[in-house]
């Protein structure tokens, strides 16, 4: 039996389920239209395996059972139970022969009635998909180039580098050689140093006196130059 639902509720349902969620939003519009909400019984089958799928059906509420066909007991057996979002006909209707078993394990409702809009807008999907694939390879592809580029560079680069870096070693194993040299140096300067610190400071009372003792004598100069000219005068 039909159950009756907003048509805009199982537009959002739909948008939700790959492939669908897929779709461009026309696209979608045009899966979605003819849908409609059916109700199955707990225990009612919803695809045998002896009939070819009209549609396919995807569950809205409730829980399926899905059933295998065991070929050395010829019984049916239990695969797995699935809810709501699943897709169920699919399979029969790609492979064009009648193959799955599908039995409401809950009471169910399942939207239906998208096969025709389904097998007009995938291909139109797929193409769309395709599409964007080829672009997403080709951006790759660029990219791949540029990087052959930077490491074709970088490879023509690494001798160079290597050859700096041996200098870089040379250089500092020399300046590494020269250090004990250059503290000596630098030792002795300082010893040097020292040493004429203090001449200078012995030195420096000493030459304080002698600039005494030349005073003194100038002056002693300067009187008796005076007592020659006054003798002289006398005389």
Not at 209 to 234: F, N, P
């Amino acid at each position: 039996m039909t159950y009756s639902v907003a048509s805009n509720q199982v537009h959002e349902f739909i948008k939700q389920i790959f492939p669908f969620n897929q779709l461009k939003s026309q696209q979608l519009h045009t899966v979605t239209t003819k849908c409609q909400l059916v109700r199955y019984r707990t225990f009612q089958p919803l695809f045998v395996r002896e009939s070819m799928p009209a549609q396919i059906a995807i569950i809205y509420e409730g829980k399926v059972r899905l059933l295998g066909y065991d070929q050395r007991t010829e019984k049916p057996a239990s695969l797995q139970v699935v809810g709501a979002g699943e897709i169920l006909g699919w399979v029969g209707l790609v492979r064009g022969v009648p193959c799955e078993i599908a039995i409401a394990s809950t009471e169910v409702i399942c939207i239906m009635g998208i096969t025709q809009s389904w097998e007009k807008e995938v291909p139109h999907y797929l193409e769309d998909r395709d599409n964007g694939l080829r672009s997403q390879v080709t951006e790759l592809q660029t990219q791949l180039a540029e990087t052959r580029e930077q490491l074709t560079s970088a490879q023509k680069q690494l001798p160079i580098a290597q050859a700096q870096l041996q200098t870089a070693k040379i250089q500092l194993a020399t300046a590494e050689a020269q250090l004990p040299k250059a503290q000596e140096r630098v030792a002795t300067a300082k010893q040097i140093l020292s040493t004429d610190k203090d001449i200078l400071e012995r030195m420096t009372p000493l030459a304080s006196q002698g600039a005494i003792s030349i005073v003194q004598a100038q002056q002693r100069q300067k009187v008796l130059t005076r007592y020659q000219e006054i003798s002289s005068s006398e005389a």
